[in-house]
């Protein structure tokens, strides 16, 4: 699976927009960009995922460069509950065998 | 997504003896897996928990440190054998379905060996 780089901390303002960078220069065609997070105490939830169009659900916004080198994740009113740290992963999607190889994250703080 | 619970939700051990965590699924599931995560760290995956036959070990984690027993679709145990201080860690469950869904997981085992 190709590695991926994202910042290791941000600071967010409540109510605001997170954007989440993530490189992942290596990404094979086939493989696609997961984001999870991990709130304090928790097991890792999963937030979104795609391959090479933008997709949105109820939690957040993910925008794939045209070259898919790179992706960000949107939280578009960040709350304080949003306070996690934030994973950028890349597999390949086949039928549920693949494992998911963590790197370090971003750990995001929202602040009042 | 499915709801996975796994028991204990922590424990303080005694260094040289064994434990045993479960991890239950409310519906089956094709895949299951075992991480590890160290304090501070990010999670590594420990194995792939296989039903009817022995789990896939990644490298640096062996069958004898890490039993996993897969007995059906909902259930696996992940034993951390004969642990010492730096087995201290929390233990998590992932599970994913056949139909390329992505992967979640319990809140895992927070384990503290003295």
């Known amino acids: 699976d190709a590695k991926t780089t994202q910042p290791p901390s941000m600071d967010c303002a409540e109510g605001r927009a997170a954007n989440l960078p993530c490189n992942h220069s290596?990404?094979?065609?086939?493989?696609?960009v997961y984001w999870y997070r991990q709130i304090h105490s928790q097991g890792p939830q999963y937030i979104i995922h795609?391959?090479?169009n933008n997709e949105t659900n109820e939690m957040a916004s993910l925008i794939i460069t045209e070259d898919r080198k790179s992706s960000t994740l949107i939280l578009p009113h960040a709350t304080l509950r949003d306070t996690a740290v934030y994973y950028c992963?890349?597999?390949?999607?086949?039928?549920?065998?693949?494992?998911?190889?963590f790197g370090g994250g971003t750990r995001v703080l929202v602040k009042p | 997504s499915a709801v996975i619970s796994q028991k204990p939700s922590r424990d303080i051990c005694q260094r040289g003896t064994s434990l045993t965590i479960q991890c239950q699924v409310d519906?089956?599931?094709?895949?299951m897996f075992w991480y590890r995560q160290q304090p501070g760290q990010s999670l590594t995956l420990i194995a792939t928990?296989?039903?009817?036959?022995?789990?896939?070990?990644e490298s640096g984690f062996v069958i004898d440190k890490f039993p996993i027993s897969r007995p059906n679709l909902t259930f696996s145990t992940l034993t951390v054998s004969n642990m010492s201080p730096e087995d201290s860690s929390i233990y998590l469950c992932?599970?994913?379905?056949?139909?390329?869904?992505?992967?979640?997981f319990g809140d895992g085992t927070r384990l503290s060996i003295l």
């Open positions: 992932s599970v994913a379905t056949v139909d390329n869904q992505p992967q979640h």
């Open positions: 290596t990404i094979s065609g086939n493989e696609y």
């Open positions: 795609g391959l090479k």
């Open positions: 992963i890349v597999r390949v999607a086949s039928a549920a065998g693949n494992k998911l190889t």
């Open positions: 519906s089956q599931v094709t895949m």
């Open positions: 928990a296989n039903q009817g036959s022995e789990a896939t070990y």
